[in-house]
């Protein structure tokens, strides 16, 4: 099983990005999926999170400004983000739980500039 990151990259405070992570099987039995950022420094932290019905949680800071999405067709997820402030740069993760185990994908970094 292998995840695939894209749609990091430099935006300046109060821009959007969309990250998308693509599996190589489909995603439909999976539990749930995730998005996950590690800053410079600091331990790897979740961001969002959804699961098979389609529910989302968010952690408090992006709450409002990201909005986490998945395409079942596309065994892909993705992590819209809008208002981005330089407190999120960082890189991000996908991460898909499984019934059969646990996957993550190499990271994309975000930088956003102020």
């Known amino acids: 099983v292998q995840l695939q990151a894209s749609g990091g990259g430099l935006v300046q405070t109060g821009g959007s990005l969309r990250l998308s992570c693509t599996a190589s099987?489909?995603?439909?039995?999976?539990?749930?999926m995730a998005w996950y950022r590690q800053a410079p420094g600091k331990q790897r932290d979740l961001v969002a999170t959804?699961?098979?019905?389609?529910?989302?949680y968010y952690v408090d800071s992006v709450r409002g400004r990201f909005t986490i999405s998945r395409d079942n067709a596309k065994n892909t997820v993705y992590l819209q983000m809008n208002s981005l402030k330089p407190a999120d740069t960082a890189v991000y993760y996908c991460?898909?739980?499984?019934?059969?185990?646990?996957?993550w994908g190499q990271g994309t970094q975000v930088t956003v500039s102020s």
């Open positions: 099987v489909s995603i439909v039995s999976a539990n749930s």
């Open positions: 991460k898909a739980n499984w019934p059969h185990g646990v996957y």
């Open positions: 959804i699961i098979t019905d389609g529910s989302a």
